[in-house]
């Protein structure tokens, strides 16, 4: 079975400082791994996707994720935090159609 | 650009109402989902469909039904309604393809159940 944990439930950081988003996965093969953030009122708009190939990906609004196999981690960082980033952020894992969420991670900018 | 639609923001609704919940989407998507999301809990999958008139059950489908009479249309049914389906709801699309492609999703949709 598939699952995703995001230890952090709510984290708080200064404008301009650097985040990292923490996502570890559970999946038997070769993981398809996404980040989906969403905004107050919004519904989920996809950052970056993981399918194979370079484990360090660019994904939209400055963002970028590393696959790590070896501690079946998929974290999200950003250098340097607009306001515009205060949002959920959902890590999932997908397989057999389906995409599995961990619970979010939710993001507080302080100016 | 995808778009997925949902037919309502927001809802209210009597305990034991039959409710309906739509989601249109406009890139012939083959894969429709219905999620619901729930503080600390994260998206749950509540139904699947990969084809018109097919669907699948995900992992909470208890005092739920769907319909996909259309290629674009998946519909979400609480047949009677309870309180404890409080909820916002949120449908998704994807191409179904050979890879797990990423879904696009709707606004949601805030069902309260008085």
């Known amino acids: 079975a598939q699952s995703v944990t995001q230890p952090d439930i709510h984290i708080t950081v200064s404008e301009g400082a650097s985040l990292e988003l923490r996502c570890n996965y559970s999946y038997g093969a070769t993981p398809y791994l996404f980040w989906y953030v969403q905004s107050p009122g919004q519904g989920l708009q996809l950052l970056l996707k993981y399918f194979s190939g370079d484990t360090l990906v660019q994904g939209i609004k400055g963002f970028e994720a590393e696959f790590k196999r070896s501690q079946s981690s998929f974290n999200l960082r950003k250098p340097s935090v607009h306001w515009s980033d205060a949002a959920e952020y959902f890590c999932?894992?997908?397989?057999?159609?389906?995409?599995?969420f961990g619970a979010g991670t939710t993001v507080t900018v302080r100016a | 650009d995808v778009k997925v639609t949902q037919s309502s923001r927001y809802l209210v609704k009597r305990t034991g109402e039959k409710v309906f919940l739509e989601c249109v989407q406009d890139?012939?998507?083959?894969?429709m989902f219905w999620y619901r999301q729930d503080p600390g809990l994260g998206l749950r999958l509540i139904y699947f469909?990969?084809?018109?008139?097919?669907?699948e059950k995900g992992d909470i489908p208890e005092g739920y039904s769907v319909s996909r009479e259309k290629k674009e249309r998946f519909s979400l049914i609480l047949e009677s309604a309870s309180t404890n389906q409080t909820s916002m709801y949120l449908c998704a699309s994807s191409f179904r393809g050979t890879l797990i492609n990423e879904q696009f999703f709707g606004p949601g949709t805030r069902l309260t159940v008085l």
């Open positions: 999932a894992v997908g397989g057999d159609y389906k995409l599995s």
């Open positions: 890139m012939d998507h083959e894969n």
């Open positions: 469909s990969y084809d018109v008139k097919m669907k």
